[in-house]
């Protein structure tokens, strides 16, 4: 039986939620017709938008992903038209065009720049490395006020010789790798200690480019809802590009304008420098992480101590600090600061004689069925792991100490916190994983001192 007529329709999309139908087509045994959705306007706007967005946009990305990468995007497009202004102090400064400046000076002041910068990195990384993953908002932020505080472009230099034994410097940039200005702007200031300065911001551009790689990575994985971290990436980086070209015209232009009035100049600079911080500050505040970390943990906890229910990561994200936390000293007494009172993995070989008699006390006892031990001295709760104690383990002592914490300002003791963990526990990570909070681990610093404990029975015989 021959087919009158079929229809079929073409659909756009990466998943089966999330379709649009952009062709119509009519075939009979005589006829063909196709008819298109939309006009070319918004298929010419849809080939656009996917270079810029990552495929399946926006059901491939958590929510939070739009206000964050526009908040990015203006603080990027601000980096490089302040890139523009302290550019024209730095290459002054380091003798650009100057026929008066001499090989083995460049030579030795890029080398001392670089060194100071490399060794930087390593040793930042070694004290802070594992734990940017688990602030991942407060590092971002601390990488970009490190940008602005003093970071040096990267780049290469010609070195023109005449002669007569002089050379002018030529300086030309390969990309600006997030040029933080400020020391550019005050090197000239202080021609005396040019050295010292292009050191330290050096040393600020290894920070930020550990602190800034790290979190970035970190909150790919988390925008990424179909395992497509790559695609977010790459996309980014179209994002970033554009950013850059359009921050160095509108950099170039100022610095046109502002050439010879420096007053212009730094109040530019300045103006320029309070909206970078501003909008970095507006996109750690976008994010909506649904991980838990030392703090989120606590302040999930003190509400359902208070109130049996959990709160979601939308409102915990608008309560966490996303500023270092010295700098909110004046909410050190807060019960969301009680996390700054647990110390996870400590080495029991660092104890003294009578917290050992207490640890053998609460292992043969409280905790004998337990992977941790905790300890209270000082105010401050100590976690020992047990060799081995798992992902979860690790989870369920931590929420353990914050609750030993909390009962020990009110006088009770380990009994009742162990009586609670009994008891609701199961109930609080059940509720958790309900509101959408991701469980599995509890994002800290890496607990690289364990302990195995065991008890031998003495048979005391009589003489």
């Known amino acids: 039986m021959a087919v009158a007529e079929m229809v079929m329709e073409e ?14 087509l009519t ?15 918004v298929e010419f706007r849809r080939r656009v938008l996917a270079a810029f967005v990552p495929e399946g946009f926006p059901g491939s ?16 497009l601000s980096t490089y038209i302040r890139c523009m202004l302290s550019t024209q ?30 060794l930087g990195g390593v040793l930042f990384t070694f004290y802070q490395g594992s734990n940017l ?17 003093g970071l040096v472009r990267k780049g290469y230099m010609i070195i023109n010789m005449y002669g007569n034994g002089t050379c002018s410097i030529l300086y030309f940039m390969h990309g600006v790798s997030a040029a933080g200005m400020l020391m550019d702007l005050v090197s000239p200031i202080f021609p005396s200690g040019f050295v010292v300065i292009i050191c330290l911001g050096s040393l600020s551009r290894s920070f930020t480019g550990v602190a800034s790689g790290a979190t970035r ?8 809802l179909e395992n497509n971290a790559a695609d977010i990436s790459a996309k980014e980086g179209s994002q970033e590009t554009v950013a ?3 921050g160095m015209v509108m950099g170039m232009l100022l610095a ?22 501003f909008a970095n500050y507006k996109a750690v505040r976008c994010l909506c992480l649904t991980t838990l970390n030392t703090e989120r943990t606590s302040i999930l906890l003190q509400h359902f101590m208070d109130t049996g229910q959990v709160l979601s990561p939308q409102r915990v994200s608008r309560m966490e600090h996303v500023l270092p936390v010295w700098i909110n000293f004046w909410g050190s007494k807060s019960s969301s600061f009680l996390y700054r009172r647990i110390k996870l993995g400590v080495r029991i070989s660092s104890l003294k004689h009578i917290e050992m008699v207490e640890l053998f006390n609460l292992a043969s006892s409280l905790y004998k069925k337990g992977k941790y031990v905790l300890l209270e001295k000082e105010k401050i709760v100590e976690v020992i792991a047990h060799k081995e104690s798992t992902a979860a383990d690790i989870l369920q002592s931590y929420i353990h100490a914050l609750m030993l914490a909390s009962y020990s300002e009110k006088g009770s003791s380990h009994a009742e916190s162990c009586l609670w963990v009994d008891r609701y526990y199961s109930i609080f990570i059940t509720k958790l994983k309900s509101s959408g909070w991701n469980v599995d681990r509890l994002l800290a610093p890496s607990i690289i001192w364990r302990a195995d404990w065991m008890q031998h029975s003495t048979n005391e015989k009589d003489n």
């Open 11 to 24: 659909w756009n999309g990466s998943s089966s939620a999330n379709l649009t139908r952009t062709v119509l």
């Open 27 to 41: 075939a009979t045994s005589s006829s063909y017709s196709i008819q298109r959705s939309g006009s070319r306007f």
């Open 61 to 76: 990305v958590t929510p939070d992903y739009v206000p964050f990468q526009i908040w990015d995007s203006l603080q990027g």
């Open 89 to 118: 102090a730095l290459l002054g400064a380091i003798g650009v065009g100057e026929q008066t400046a001499t090989v083995i000076g460049a030579t030795f002041q890029w080398f001392l720049r670089d060194f100071t910068g490399m």
């Open 133 to 149: 993953d688990s602030n991942a908002k407060m590092w971002r932020l601390v990488a970009d006020f490190m940008n602005d505080l």
């Open 217 to 224: 990575a970190a909150l790919t994985q988390h925008f990424a």
């Open 244 to 246: 850059t070209m359009a």
């Open 256 to 277: 046109h304008v502002t050439r010879g009035q420096p007053l212009f100049i730094w109040f530019s600079f300045l103006s320029l420098t309070l909206f970078h911080l």
